[in-house]
Nanobody, 118 residues
C-alpha cells in the first residue's frame, strides 16, 4: 500500500519560510512525477509545483522565484521549500505522486496546513 505523509506545515509570518516534506512508503518515488497542490478556503485545488523523474521542474506563476521543489530518492522523500511567504499562500498543501503516463495523480497525501499571518 502506497502512502504519502506530509509534514512541516504551520503558522508563519509574511516574508517567512517553511519547508514541507513528503515521505513515501510502499513505492519508490523515483519512478513517479512528484508534485505539490494546495487548496485555500473557497478556492479550487491548484498545482503549485511538480518535478519529473528527470528533475525537470514546473511552477505555478504565483510561486515562481519563491518556492523550490526537490526530491531525495535515497530517502524516498520530496520537499517544497517556500520562501517569502505571503498571506495568499495560506492553504492546505498536498503531496502527490503521479505515473509519467497518467493525467491525474495516482496518490495523494493527507495534507498539511500552511497559514501565513501576522
Amino acid at each position: 500500500q502506497v502512502q504519502l505523509e506530509e509534514s512541516g506545515g504551520g503558522l508563519v509570518q509574511p516574508g517567512g519560510s517553511l519547508r514541507l516534506s513528503c515521505a513515501a512508503s510502499g513505492t519508490p518515488l523515483s519512478t513517479y512525477v512528484m508534485g505539490w497542490y494546495r487548496q485555500a478556503p473557497g478556492k479550487e485545488r491548484e498545482l503549485v509545483a511538480d518535478m519529473s523523474r528527470g528533475n525537470k521542474r514546473h511552477y505555478a506563476d504565483s510561486v515562481k522565484g519563491r518556492f523550490t521543489i526537490s526530491r531525495q530518492n535515497s530517502k524516498n522523500t520530496a520537499y517544497l521549500q517556500m520562501n517569502s511567504l505571503e498571506p495568499e499562500d495560506t492553504a492546505v498543501y498536498y503531496c502527490i505522486a503521479q505515473s509519467p503516463i497518467a493525467t491525474t495523480p495516482d496518490y495523494w497525501g493527507q495534507g498539511t496546513q500552511v497559514t501565513v499571518s501576522s
